[in-house]
């Protein structure tokens, strides 16, 4: 199972790339930005009572959060990442994203262009992807994912990496797309399941809110 993010925003500045092996899988974080330096460090694995606690705590109240990429519809699942992370949002007092079918087009031409290469990458350009999208955007950021076959889960480990879970809380940005691919990103992921978030503020709005404190305490 493979994790990695990206964002384009003045408040972040690092980057940190983090590996870690955990049941026979890989997972690999890292987080990208303008100016990056770089560092190490490895996640340590939860215990199995903290993922429970974490699975009922994140799949709690949101439709199709456990369902399997293959047997819900593609629908289901975006809107159930979507409930998924508006409710860690929610939790920690910022506002709601809202979700865009301009970055729903994004995200999915890139989950889809990930699987049929078998390439996991932000790729050159995420942020140019978005605006080729038709998203005029004036701070944007980037999740993706494969081997992880629910919503619940891929927001878990999500919210389990600093890079992004800050992409997750971040409150400068307003919307939300959401792609999804029942299949994995071969040599990355044996298990089913990609998955690509991409996060904006459109040029034309101000930033939600300006609360850092719970993107600060990243990752939980």
């Given at each position: ?41 490895v ?56 979700a ?27 942020a ?22 629910s ?21 400068t ?48």
């Open positions: 199972m493979t994790i990695l993010t990206a964002m384009l925003s003045p408040r972040r500045r690092s980057t940190s790339v983090s590996p870690d092996r955990h049941r026979g899988s890989r997972v690999a974080i890292a987080a990208l930005s303008l100016l990056a330096t770089a560092a190490l460090a996640v340590p694995a939860a215990s199995a009572a903290q993922r429970h606690h974490r699975r009922a705590r994140a799949a709690s109240g949101c439709a199709n959060a456990n369902a399997n990429v293959g047997r819900g519809s593609d629908e289901a699942l975006r809107a159930a990442v979507v409930c998924l992370i508006n409710q860690q949002r929610a939790s920690r007092h910022l506002p709601a994203l809202q865009s079918h301009l970055l729903d087009s994004s995200a999915q031409g890139w989950t889809n262009a990930m699987v049929s290469s078998d390439v996991f990458s932000h790729g050159t350009n995420f140019a992807r978005i605006s080729a999208a038709g998203y005029v955007w004036r701070a944007a950021g980037e999740n993706i994912a494969t081997g992880f076959q919503p619940a889960g891929v927001v878990r480990a999500w919210m389990a990496s600093t890079g992004h879970c800050q992409n997750i809380l971040n409150p940005y307003g919307n939300v797309g959401t792609g999804v691919s029942h299949r994995p990103v071969n040599g990355w992921a044996s298990g089913a399941g990609t998955w690509t978030q991409d996060f904006a503020l459109s040029m034309y709005k101000s930033p939600p809110s300006a609360n850092w404190g719970p993107a600060d305490g990243c990752p939980y």
